[in-house]
Structure formats: C-alpha cells, structure tokens
C-alpha cells in the first residue's frame, strides 16, 4: 500500500473524525451508536439479554489492536511499534524514505493510535459504565479491565494521556492529561476495581454466564479473566519498576497473590477472535507487499536455531539469500521496494491453533509473558515470584507449547548466542551489517545461569521473553525501552534533525495533530507533564534508560 492511499484513507476515516471530538467528550466513529436504542426496543427491554452492555465491548476487544481495516492497524502498530521492536520492517520507502522508520515522525500517521483509542475504546466503555450504572457490576468491571488493557498500550506510545479526565471539559475549552504516573496509578485502582467483582465469581462455580454471547476472548469465563487482569496488573507493574519500585512492588505482589493466579499455559493466551476479519497483518504483508520480517528477531531465531522460526517466518526468496530466514534492518537507504521484497516475510497469521479456541484471531498476551514477568519479578525480591530460573525455564517451556514444540534441547543449550546480520542488499555495501564485536550483538546464550550477573539474568529474560511475544511488537517496544533489551540494530539513516539521538533509539511518538489543532491547552499542560519537548528522543515517565 502506497503513502498516498494511507494519507487519503487516513485522513478521510480518522483524522477529520476525531478533530474536535474530545472537546464533545464524545471521541467515537459510533459513540451515537451505544447511546441508541439501534433496535428500536427500549433500555429496559435490552438489558434482558444485555445487549445495550456487552455490544459496545465487542467493539472494543476487537480495537485494542484494530482488526480491520488493515490500513487503520497499519498506522495504529505497524509503523510504530512492530517496526521500532525489530519485530518487522517495510521494504517500502514511503515518502522518499522520510518516515517514521528513520525517525522523520509523520503526522498524517501518528495520530491514528490516538484516534482509535478515544473513538473505539474509551468512548463505548464510557456508554457501557453509564449504562450498567451500579445495577450491572459484572460489566462494568469487565470494561475497566479491557480499557486499561487497550490505554496502558497508548500511553506507552505518548506519554500523558486523557484517562481520568476523560469527558470532562474545561472552562477554556480544553481537557487534561494526565502524567503517565497518574495515568498508570489509575491503571491500577481499574484493575483493582475489578478484580473486587470477578474474583468472586471467579471462585464460584455457579456464577451466570453472563459475559458469553459477548466474550471475544474467554468465552465468559470469569477464572481466565482475572487470570488476564492478574497478569495485565502484575505487566504494569514491572513496567514502573525502575522509576517507582515502592508502588510497583506492592501493585506486583498483590497480583501475585491472588488466589486464582496468574495465565499459566497456552489456554489462558489473550487471544481476540475476529471471526471472519482477515489479519491485517496478511494483508499488509501477502496484499500490500509492506511489511517483512525484523532483522534482529531473525538474527536470535537463526543464532539460537530456534525451532519457532518457521512458525513466524517465511524463508526468504531473494536470490541474495533464498531459503535463509533474514529480516530487513529499519532505518536504512532504501531506493525501491523491490530491493528488500523477496526478504524473509512473517507468517500467514494465525499461525498456530488457539488452545481456547479461537480459529482466527489477534493475540496480546500469552502465558509464556506471565512466566518471564514472574521471573524478572523473583530476580527483583517480590515475595510470591517463586524461582527465577524455574520461572524462565517455565517461560520458554510454555511458549514452545503453543506452536506444538518441545524446549528440552533448547533450554540446554549454553553455547549458541545471536546471529551476526550480513545484507548483502545494502545501497552501500556493509552499511548494514551488524557483526561481532559491534556493541548492538548480543551474545547472551539460552541456558539459565544461577552464577550470572544481575543484568545478564534480566537480558537472559528479556530477550526469550521479547522472542515469545511476537507478533505484539508494541508490547516488545515498550519492554526494549524500560530495559534495553534485547540488543536492537539502530538507525542507519535518522531524519530527526537530532531530536532522536540514533543511539539513544526513539523513545515515544508525538503528540497528535489533532489535539494539538483542537485542544491546545491540554497539550501544552501534557508537554509539561511529559518533562521534555513533544519529540520522539524524549523518554517517557517509567523509561529511565
């Protein structure tokens, strides 16, 4: 897909949508829609079957990551946060190869995450709290969780967000922001909130079904969802670790320490069913041709010989380096997108059978996360973390299982480190290569070791945990910026004009043009709670690296 369709699309389906929207605190394509009887009956007659309640939320488990269209997701992740990971990266030179991958941030792109949010997200959860009032708990607890789900994701794009404040304007016309410290404390009273609702019905075997005709994920099944919540709370928890380990360790160990636990195996994955929705992740890659395999996730795959790689990559077809799985480096010369087409592709999603069932789906958390935060939480001292190296071992054992894998034999192995990265495409030859000695090549091993240092356990974590998650590559973002791990290729080429120090890797996305177009004020207050200039080189709040 080329620029000027995304431009067209962009502009048209989101940008003019969303372009004074929060001042109406209504911030939704179809906010009208939850507000409407659309089935001509009154309220009273829908909250029998809880339609008026649980449809609105269909909607928003489908655009935590939006399913379709393609395009949307391509600006809301793609160019983002799968690129900025090393997850994947596009052959395509879009703009003259002045983009977001070498750091010339693009505006007509960058609002797109913040346009899905406040239009599919927080506006229907709204209309569901007002509607389910005090009469429906049970939903309203379960908007909480998917709202700090979808809006912990959007603060790690931007920073400060509106999250408390939501709705509410203010007498000259604007709305606040709060502080990511603000907002992820109130990150943590909604799970809170809502873990005090199911964690009771989780434990009752009798407890009415009531989110299933609407449940995209767990089938209302109130156990796996507070499972999830546990293990959301326990991931914004660690997340903080290093800026505010007080709260993080209290916020970790109370997560810890629910009885009904955390996700333990496959079955418990966060895996959105979007039904007849093609991925748009094939679309983007076997349709459009705009999106190939990372260079650094394929450089530990092949180092490592690790037996998952042909459940994420295609073999590359390029003559230069046919049958090899090689990804393309971001933020390099690229002239034409025939030079890195034929280049390792990810694979058709999905691209394994979902242990709870869903056929066709998007997945955002797994089981195998859960594991590695346990681990970076016992290597931390948080009472109920249990045993670091267990909890690795048990992380890379249950990502095996959901491709069907056994990890006996790689768990063993104590010698193999990542792959030097040779491409021999590069405009400029060598450019490109990253080879031993660079300091951008890991070479920590599989192998859990007792006698490590503290920093090669974290990296031995991080880096098996950033390999489990894909495709998620903004979650692989976010934990690549609080740790710095795993090691990363940076740009090449950067656009910035010095406000992304190349070594310091980018760090955030600007604030959206529309709000900076329609709510000023509250823009500017966010820039000072951001604590440095609205560019992509500033870190965010719990980024202290």
Known sequence: MNYSTIKKRFTVAGFAILAGSLLLGGCTKRFDEYNTNPFGISNEDLAADYKLLGQPLVQVQQDIYVAQPAWDTQLQQNLIGDNYSGYMASPTPFLGNQNNMTYALVDGWNGQPWADAYNDVMAPVQAVLKNAGTQYPVFSAWAKILRVEAMHRLSDIYGPIIYSHYGQVNSDGSITYDSQKDAYYAFFTDLDSALAVFTPLAQNANAPKTLTNFDQVYGGDFKEWVKFANTLKLRLAIRISLIDPTKAQA???????????????????????????????????????????????????????????????????????????????????????????????????????????????????????????????????????????????????????????????????????????????????????????????????????????????????????????????????????????????????????????????????????????????????????????????????????
């Open 251 to 545: 916020e970790g160990e109370a997560a810890l320490a629910n009885p009904i636990g955390l996700m333990t195996a496959p079955a418990d994955n966060f895996n959105v069913n979007i039904g007849t929705f093609t991925h748009p992740l094939n679309t983007m890659n076997n349709s459009w041709g705009d999106c190939r395999f990372g260079a650094p996730l394929a450089s530990y795959l092949t180092g490592y010989s690790d037996p998952r790689a042909p459940k994420y990559a295609v073999p590359a077809t390029d003559p230069a380096v046919a049958g090899k799985v090689i990804g393309v480096r971001n933020g390099i010369n690229i002239d034409a997108k025939g030079r890195y087409e034929g280049y390792s592709q990810p694979i058709t999603f999905p691209n394994y059978s979902a242990a709870n069932g869903a056929a066709n789906f998007v997945q955002l958390m797994t089981a195998a996360e859960a594991w590695f935060l346990k681990a970076e939480a016992a290597l931390r001292g948080w009472a109920g973390a249990g045993n670091a190296g267990t909890d690795y071992n048990s992380g890379v054992t249950q990502s095996f299982a959901q491709y069907g894998l056994d990890a006996t034999a790689y768990l063993a192995d104590a010698t193999s480190t990542c792959a030097q990265y040779i491409d021999p495409k590069a405009i400029t030859p060598g450019q490109n290569d990253i080879t031993t000695g660079s300091p951008y090549l890991s070479t920590i091993t599989i192998k859990w070791d007792n006698s490590a240092t503290f920093a090669q356990k974290l990296e031995r974590i991080i880096t098996q945990k950033y390999i489990s998650m894909f495709p998620d590559g903004q979650e692989a973002w976010s934990e690549f910026r609080r740790t710095l791990y795993p090691k990363l290729y940076p740009n090449v080429v950067n656009f910035s004009n010095g406000s992304i120090p190349t070594a310091k890797f980018i760090r955030r996305i600007n604030f959206a043009l529309s709000e900076r177009n329609t709510n000023p004020n509250g823009v500017a207050d966010a820039v000072k709670k951001l604590g440095g200039p609205d560019t992509g080189g500033t870190p965010l709040w719990w980024d202290v690296n």
